[in-house]
């Protein structure tokens, strides 16, 4: 049994703001449960709280009896961080997932047949003897995990561990997760999500916000209970909305013909020219001005790299990159935003990238609390924090402002939705729609189908080197190829399900979501 009694913490010591206050929680042996609220409302913190890395300011945390790995030996309770990056220590994957076993003091025949059976388990393998910083950001999470598992706690506190997997990793992080529990009744399971489609496979949800907690109770229970939602500022799932009386008729998709912005012919690219064989080969694509393109592909298969191609991060081995008109400029996030702060407020980080315009000090600060709320960062509030001291969703908002400010033609946001709340995507939402409307063209690199539904115009899906396809939102969830990649769009399985059909991938096309009706 975990039990929170009356814990009181804030970032900064006693005279801060508390993140928890008075917060009092039971979690019994055995239990699944998954924990979801707004960005900054202290779900990492809990999560720290409990693994001992942080100590409430008052309060106690009990862990009742002593956590014990699978083995039997004693153990704590296994975290996986936001950021993989943040979890790993060691230089390549095999030292990864051994770490553990050897801080354990293990026989190494012990060692060399957990490697092997976890490498095994998480399609890590191929990747053994690969150095940690190369690989992309969902095998890193796929790696933090592995490392996770062959550490052997039986409680696990899995902070949004889905967020840079795949669909096919994410679908195996499920299958593991279960086997471990069906192996194990007293195998503990603490997850944070932001995504309503994973917290209702859980039978109790606990949503955080001002400091405690607003709900505790099933996910249906609290998703259809209007006045915990509004507090909440979360949106349930489409099945607890009114739809309209009918279904639209599917729209007649024009293939706008856009003057191009960036042609891409024939790209080759290695990160390693004494290995064998190229990450693109001959890989070709126009990207269209003013467009929403979005841009999918498995885990490795180098979509951030071709983003870097793009901004000129990295020199192509051979093909051009060409820019329709000189002046364009091609800027872009990265998926661990806090990888491009490098100044002491938000204010200077936005502010970095004005300055060059030669405003005076009214207009800076005009132009830097423009960029911020459009990326949904109220300015009175965040201008003079530490981007080091935000929560995951909060720098992810401030890497928005950043871009943004920059009044590139061209913008690429590298999974953007990773750790953002509702009111997060939302911002998101408004914020590409603006940039629509200012005629930049915007491209997105994510695993967040639902958002590729609502926000692109085209779909470019690579694989194997190459960009195998482009086509519209609509043709793409409703053919065999996207079910490979993506989880199906809620939207596209509630038309199914609902009228036998499916005519649009846009959910206001048949809700009214600014008021939740149950």
């Known amino acids: 049994m975990i039990r929170c009694e009356q814990v009181t913490f804030g970032y900064g010591g006693g005279t801060a703001l508390p993140v928890l206050k008075d917060f009092s929680l039971t979690i019994p042996t055995g239990e699944e449960l998954v924990v979801i609220g707004g960005n900054g409302s202290g779900k ?125 990793s994410a679908r195996q992080l499920e299958q593991t997760l279960k086997e471990l529990r069906s192996a194990n009744p007293d195998f503990t399971i603490i997850r944070v999500t932001q ?20 709900g505790d109770d099933s996910p249906e229970a609290l998703f259809s209970n209007q006045i915990v939602m509004a507090r909440s500022r979360l949106r349930p799932p489409l099945k607890y909305f009114q739809p309209r ?122 132009a830097v609390q423009s960029s911020m709320e459009m990326a949904g960062l109220d300015f009175d509030l965040f201008c003079h924090r530490d981007p080091h001291s935000l929560s995951g969703g909060e720098a992810r908002r401030l890497a928005f402002a950043v871009i943004v400010a920059l009044q590139a033609e061209l913008i690429i946001f590298d999974e953007p939705t990773c750790a953002l709340d509702e009111f997060g995507v939302r911002s998101f939402k408004r914020m590409t729609d603006r ?10 690199i994510t695993h967040n189908s639902d958002i590729i539904g609502e926000l692109a115009d085209r779909i470019a899906v690579l694989a194997d080197g190459a960009i195998k396809a482009v086509m519209d939102p609509l043709t793409f969830f409703t053919s065999p190829e996207s079910e490979k990649l993506l989880p199906t769009p809620e939207v596209i399985r509630y038309q199914r399900e609902r009228f036998g059909r499916v005519a649009t991938t846009r959910p206001a096309d048949i809700f009214s979501l600014d008021e939740f009706s149950a």
């Not at 995504?195 to 949503?207: C, G």
């Not at 940039?435 to 930049?440: H, P």
């Open 245 to 366: 009386s009918s279904l639209p008729t599917p729209a007649i998709i024009e293939d706008k013909q856009r003057e191009p912005l960036v042609e891409i012919t024939d790209l080759a690219f290695t990160y390693d020219s004494n290995l064998p064989g190229l990450l693109f080969d001959n890989l070709s694509l126009t990207i269209r001005r003013g467009e929403v393109l979005a841009l999918v592909g498995a885990s490795g298969s180098g979509k951030s790299t071709l983003a870097q191609l793009i901004c000129g991060l990295y020199q192509p081995v051979s093909g051009v990159i060409h820019f329709t008109s000189p002046e364009t400029r091609a800027v872009m996030t990265f998926q661990q935003p806090e990888r491009q702060f490098f100044l002491d407020t938000a204010f200077a980080e936005v502010a970095y990238g004005i300055r060059k315009r030669g405003l005076d000090a009214d207009r800076l600060s005009a």
């Open 435 to 444: 940039l629509r409307q200012e005629a930049k063209t915007v491209v997105i």
């Open 44 to 168: 990492t913190t809990l999560g720290l709280l409990l693994c001992g890395i942080l100590t409430p300011t008052s309060g106690r945390i009990i862990v009742e009896p002593a956590s014990q790995r699978r083995n039997g030996d004693e153990s704590g309770i296994g975290f996986l961080f936001q950021d993989p990056d943040n979890g790993l220590v060691a230089t390549t994957v095999e030292r990864e997932v051994a770490f553990s076993l050897e801080n354990r003091n293990l026989p190494t025949e012990t060692i060399q047949r957990e490697v092997a059976e976890t490498l095994d388990r998480f399609r890590l393998t191929r990747f053994r003897e690969r150095l940690v910083w190369t690989l992309s950001g969902g095998e890193k999470q796929r790696l933090s995990l592995a490392a996770l598992f062959a550490a052997g706690s039986n409680i696990l506190f899995l902070d949004e561990p889905e967020s840079y997997l795949d669909y096919d």
């Open 195 to 214: 995504y309503p489609r994973v917290a209702e496979r859980y039978h109790r949800m606990v949503i955080l916000g001002e400091g405690a907690i607003i």
